[in-house]
């Protein structure tokens, strides 16, 4: 079993009732640790930004999760294997589809391969992002990336940004071109956020793994 700590099992909601979709996977409790899905994500992915970006989203997963008072070990770890299997399997639909062909057998929870399975536009069909942990994860994936464009031009890198100076940037076309706006807009809507809102979750939650970022 999973040691956590109270504060964490506070943040994950432990005593209140749960809803039936998060019935199956006890608040506590995950079959994969976070270690273990650090040695999968390294075992299948070598690229450094692709690692950064990994840690970026699972430190906003975790952050949404201890916000919204649900598993916050369980929104981590899919945050950090989300884009696991990339590196592999870039071309849709092989990317995710391959990847929870791997998680399955090493016993990840189905809500975990849901989740990742759902980040995928290919997979809406049978994997909607119609429950909190799919709507977190699409919504913080493009974000992620767009914050750490957005960092790496700023001399002081995350310290001080605000939702304001990324809007700023979104409007900018050309800049981190190949980042979907309307994703990033689509994602604060899942939530039913004001996207300044979204967007400043966001920064505080990547600003808390800065050094692992490698923006100090
Ligand atoms: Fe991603």
């Keep these: 079993m999973l040691q956590t700590t109270s504060t964490e099992r506070r943040a994950a909601g432990g005593d209140r009732p749960r809803s039936d979709a998060s019935v199956k996977m006890r608040p506590t409790e995950t079959a994969m640790t976070r ?23 699972e430190a906003a997963m975790r952050h949404y999760a ?8 369980a929104w981590g770890i899919t ?7 990339y590196e592999r399997w870039p071309n849709p639909p092989d990317h995710t589809r391959e990847g929870a062909i791997v998680l399955r057998e090493r016993g990840v929870e ?22 909190p942990i799919r ?21 002081e890198k995350l310290t001080g940004m605000t ?15 190949a980042v979907k706006r309307e994703d990033i807009e689509k994602g604060a809507e899942l939530l039913g956020l004001p996207l300044d809102e979204h967007i400043d979750h966001v920064i505080a939650a990547m600003q808390t793994v800065s050094s692992e970022l490698g923006f100090g």
């Design 35 to 57: 270690d273990q899905a650090w040695n999968l994500l390294n075992e299948y992915t070598k690229s450094e930004s692709l690692l950064k970006h990994a840690l970026a989203v």
């Design 163 to 177: 939702a304001s100076s990324v809007k700023k940037k979104m409007k900018q076309k050309s800049f981190a071109a």
């Design 79 to 85: 945050g950090l294997i989300h884009d696991f299997d």
């Design 135 to 155: 709507k977190a994860l699409f919504a913080v994936d493009e974000l992620c990336g767009f914050v750490t464009a957005v960092a790496y031009v700023r001399p």
């Design 66 to 73: 201890a916000h919204l008072g649900e598993n916050v070990e």
């Design 110 to 131: 189905e809500e975990i391969v849901g989740a990742i399975l759902s980040h995928a536009d290919w997979n809406q069909g049978e994997y909607p992002r119609d429950r």
